[in-house]
């Protein structure tokens, strides 16, 4: 029988791990609050312990260099973070699985640290032979296959930054993303499958490849031979010849295996990089109509991605740890990659979508595989509520022994529902709060030590100085809602934004003096100090835990001949968390009044235009027209209202200051009908 939800909430009640768990638990409760003690007192030293953990070329001479809003983190110090993916674990696990994969049609691929090893220096090896020196940026747009984790891999160990592009983007946000990034080479495949249809990804490069012009090369992966593991052919290597906007792309299989045994050992070799060699480049909504550059150097980030790994997902040797993220957002990055293979973990991947072909895919994954972490996102989980339990019956799912949650607040049913159904009430709950910008994990209980709470995200983790504070920066007594602040600089936060470090100031740094980071989100701390993180208080949405800014829907609708102007606002959504709606007001003429037939058109029109210009994350819900939006006096769109509007069709408050008070009477009229 499930527990009654709002008596949980009004107890203030807490859960505690089990006496299972926390007997073989990474950290124990008296570690935590050593932990917890070294970090508060002494945030330098902490870190730098945790650094000693991996392998150093060179050892650094600084800790930190903090000169706000700039941060350098083990200064001096030489690393490579494929070095420490790979090479490290080689004399001590090298026939551990590092990965298991699953495509959507079916096929299994497993694959050693050795193996995975292998591929990813002749990957290495043929991207030096192309010519690419440390700097130089390679975008992957891939499916989720074991050759997007070997590109990833192979890019760190040159030193060549990656920006990987979340294979739902279109060809406008590939172009975007490549230009600003100025990559030379694109890693793609021809195609990857969701929900029992072929993704052609190679196509959307091709048209994206048009007005790209620092592309020499795009390496293209059969989608067929995914997972197959490549040996060394007998052909030779031929320098092929430059890109050019006809198609002129090299076959993955091809190039690496004519990369002969010699050349891999003599030219797969990891550069030895200055810690603040820029790791990736990773793109994500702001509040502008252009997505940021986001740059996480290789030093700082990877010690915390270790650690956080180490410590959220009480990492065994014996675990089969499965993140359902997509390599294309940060969680994919730090938690299928960097963090899990620098613990030396065995990963879990799996291309498609969660319900293909039958609704208890994910069920009978996990009890294929014996995956005993899972690490998902709340919408997925209220898709699976929706579906019921049926799909879970008879499901074996005993591996399972710790359960994570990601990218948008839980909601305590859901939380609930989590832990009853998938984790058989056994399994502690790891809510896990962070951001691109912050790359690693911030907060989240830590799973042996701490108790939880259905809906919050408990306490920052170790080495964070997090508070919640109102407009001036005062922290707000327990009980209080405020905006969520990290006052003291951490080793994975960005760097900058790339070419724009003004806008990296002014959006993180400029709110609150004293180099305080300005998270964009609001919280609550409770009278217990829990930490509840209830979203975005800026112009950034949160669909379906994928980061969405309004001014970039706005550009795209605004993109479309017909469209005059154009305003995005969320609504709460009770399976994607939150969902767009639209206003817009089209040119004139276009459409006649009261034509409803063509202004249906016109909406799935512009909603084909958004999928279009950004990719199907970004189509809005709902499309309402208008004669003209809102405005205050000084020509700002009152959001406050629209939000209202699309919430509930009415419109409530204070409209005084409206140019126009006609407007918002012709909407309400509207939204009555
Ligand atoms: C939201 C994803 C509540 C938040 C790792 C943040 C969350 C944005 C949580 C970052 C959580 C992420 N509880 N909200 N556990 N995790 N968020 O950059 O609004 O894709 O600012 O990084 O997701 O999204 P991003």
């Known amino acids: 029988m499930s527990e009654n939800i709002d008596v949980i909430l009004k107890e203030g009640r807490k859960f505690n791990p089990p006496d299972e768990f926390v007997k073989n638990a990474n950290v124990t ?10 970090g508060k007192d002494a945030p330098e030293e902490y870190w730098a312990q945790a650094a000693k953990e991996l392998h150093w070329f060179k050892t650094w001479d600084k800790t930190l260099v903090w000169d706000p809003p700039k941060a350098q983190w083990f200064v001096g110090g030489k690393i490579n973070a494929s070095y420490n993916c790979l090479d490290r674990h080689l004399k001590t696990i090298p026939q551990k699985t590092a990965l298991v994969w699953e495509g959507e049609p079916g096929e299994v ?20 032979r192309l ?62 499958y969701r929900k029992g249809s072929q993704i052609k990804l190679r196509e959307q490069v091709d048209k994206a490849l048009k007005d790209c012009s620092t592309v020499k090369y795009v390496i293209q992966v059969q989608r067929t031979k995914s997972g197959q593991i490549t040996s060394e052919g007998n052909r030779s290597f031929s320098k092929p010849a430059c890109f050019n906007s006809n198609g002129n792309a090299l076959d993955w299989h091809e190039l690496i295996s004519s990369i002969s045994h010699e050349e891999t050992q003599t030219q797969g070799y990891a550069e030895e990089l200055d810690s603040e060699h820029p790791l990736y480049i990773l793109y994500t909504s702001g509040t502008t109509g252009k997505p940021k550059g986001i740059i996480h150097t290789t030093g700082g980030y990877l010690v915390e991605a270790l650690q956080t790994t180490k410590q959220v997902f ?10 359902t993220a997509d390599i294309g957002w940060v969680t994919g990055h730090t938690y299928i990659v960097y963090g899990p293979l620098a613990a030396g973990a065995s990963i879990f991947m799996y291309e498609g979508a969660p319900t293909t072909p039958t609704q208890d895919r994910f069920w009978a ?23 019921g339990t049926e799909p879970l019956r008879g499901r074996d799912l005993s591996s399972l022994r710790l359960l994570g949650t990601v990218g948008e607040p839980i909601n305590p049913e859901a939380w609930m529902w989590y832990r009853e159904n998938v984790g058989r009430n056994h399994c502690p709950i790891v809510d896990t709060y962070w951001q691109t910008e912050t790359g690693s994990i911030v907060i989240s209980p830590i799973p042996g030590a701490v108790a939880t709470k259905p809906g919050s995200a408990t306490f920052a983790l170790p080495g964070y100085d997090v508070d919640v504070v109102d407009k001036k920066g005062e922290p707000v007594p327990p009980g209080g809602g405020g905006y969520l602040v990290i006052k003291k600089p951490w080793p994975a936060m960005a760097r900058t934004i790339h070419k724009d470090p003004e806008r990296y100031k002014k959006q993180y740094f400029s709110e609150y003096p004293g180099g305080v980071y300005f998270t964009g989100d609001g919280a609550r701390k409770d009278e217990d100090g829990y930490l509840w993180c209830l979203g975005r208080v800026d112009d950034v949405l949160n669909v379906s835990g994928h980061r969405i800014g309004t001014m970039e829907v706005e550009s795209a609708l605004v993109s479309h001949p017909k469209v005059a102007e154009a305003a995005v606002v969320g609504r709460p959504d009770s399976l994607k968390g939150q969902a767009l709606a639209a206003f817009v007001t089209l040119k004139a003429g276009v459409v006649q009044k009261g034509d409803t037939d063509s202004l249906n058109a016109m909406a799935n029109e512009l909603k084909a235009h958004v999928t279009k210009e950004i990719g199907a994350l970004a189509r809005p819900d709902d499309i309402r027209f208008t004669d003209a939006l809102p405005k205050t006096r000084s020509g700002k769109i009152m959001r406050r209202l629209l939000r209202e509007l699309a919430t509930s069709g009415q419109v409530k408050g204070d409209v005084t200051t409206l140019e126009d008070l006609a407007v918002i009477a012709a909407l309400q009229k509207d939204g009555e009908e």
């Open 131 to 192: 010519g690419l020196k440390p700097g130089d940026c390679v975008a992957i747009y891939m499916p989720m296959i074991p050759e997007a984790v070997v590109a990833m891999l192979a890019c760190a160990r040159g030193g060549f930054p990656h920006t990987v592009i979340f294979g739902g983007f279109s060809a406008e946000s590939i172009k975007d993303r490549v230009q600003d990034a100025e990559a030379s080479v694109i890693i793609t495949a021809d195609f990857g």
């Open 365 to 387: 994954m996990i009890e294929r595989h014996h995956i005993s972490i899972l690490y998902t996102a709340p919408t997925a989980i209220r898709a699976f509520m929706r579906l």
């Open 29 to 38: 409760r008296s570690e935590y609050e050593k932990l917890v003690r070294l």
């Open 314 to 323: 009480d990492i065994k040797p014996y675990d089969l740890y499965w993140c």
């Open 109 to 128: 691929s497993t694959w050693t640290y050795r193996e995975l090893y292998e591929q990813v220096t002749r990957l290495t090896a043929s991207l030096r």
